[in-house]
T-cell receptor, first 112, second 112 residues
Framework: NAGVTQTPKFRILKIGQSMTLQCTQDMNHNYMYWYRQDPGMGLKLIYYSVGAGITDKGEVPNGYNVSRSTTEDFPLRLELAAPSQTSVYFC???????????FGDGTRLSIL | GENVEQHPSTLSVQEGDSAVIKCTYSDSASNYFPWYKQELGKGPQLIIDIRSNVGEKKDQRIAVTLNKTAKHFSLHITETQPEDSAVYFCAASKPGANNLFFGTGTRLTVIP
């Protein structure tokens, strides 16, 4: 089992560019999450999904979009990259609410 | 929403000593409290969790205590080893909620 796999590991974007952060899990988890982690801060929830075709906003959704067409994949899209989106992005999954979340190793994104 | 505060932000201990990290939460409805360890360049990894129907839980050198009345919970690591050096995060969530609310992290350094 690979667990939660995120790609790419690192990326530098120019302001206004777009990109998709990929996340896939092989644990057959229904719930998946996207967090961002800024220096000295805890993780903040961007979007989450409780199953294929169902997504919902978290605490900090502005500037991001998600889709969930399969159980395994939960990509995060940045349409118009802004310097404020420079962060480390983590994807996570679990079997349901209030269950342990399993995290990927993150995507480090810099926007210049 | 929930507000989780974590102290201290940094902690240095001698190898073999104990380390204690404390968190408080604001929402009395929260009932699930996981602790995560994050090593450099990696995603958070669950090390222990506790639910509100239990006051204490132990797993080898790691223990967590919960005081629902005071709305605080603590992580205790005994006989610390250099490999315990990492950033530790506490979190809290409510029944049926899909959000985990994270503390801001504690950087633990174990000095050999």
């Amino acid at each position: 089992n690979a667990g939660v796999t995120q790609t790419p590991k690192f990326r530098i974007l120019k302001i206004g560019q777009s990109m998709t952060l990929q996340c896939t899990q092989d644990m057959n988890h229904n719930y998946m999450y996207w967090y961002r982690q800024d220096p000295g801060m805890g993780l903040k929830l961007i979007y989450y999904s409780v199953g294929a075709g169902i997504t919902d906003k978290g605490e900090v959704p502005n500037g991001y979009n998600v889709s969930r067409s399969t159980t395994e994949d939960f990509p995060l899209r940045l349409e118009l990259a802004a310097p404020s989106q420079t962060s480390v992005y983590f994807c996570a999954s679990n079997r349901g609410s209030n269950q342990p979340q399993h995290f990927g190793d993150g995507t480090r994104l810099s926007i210049l | 929403g929930e507000n989780v505060e974590q102290h201290p932000s940094t902690l240095s201990v001698q190898e073999g000593d104990s380390a204690v990290i404390k968190c408080t939460y604001s929402d009395s409805a929260s009932n699930y409290f996981p602790w995560y360890k994050q090593e450099l360049g990696k995603g958070p990894q669950l090390i222990i969790d506790i639910r509100s129907n239990v006051g204490e839980k132990k797993d080898q050198r790691i223990a967590v205590t919960l005081n629902k009345t005071a709305k605080h919970f603590s992580l205790h690591i005994t006989e610390t080893q250099p490999e315990d050096s990492a950033v530790y995060f506490c979190a809290a969530s409510k029944p049926g909620a899909n959000n985990l609310f994270f503390g801001t992290g504690t950087r633990l350094t174990v000095i050999p």
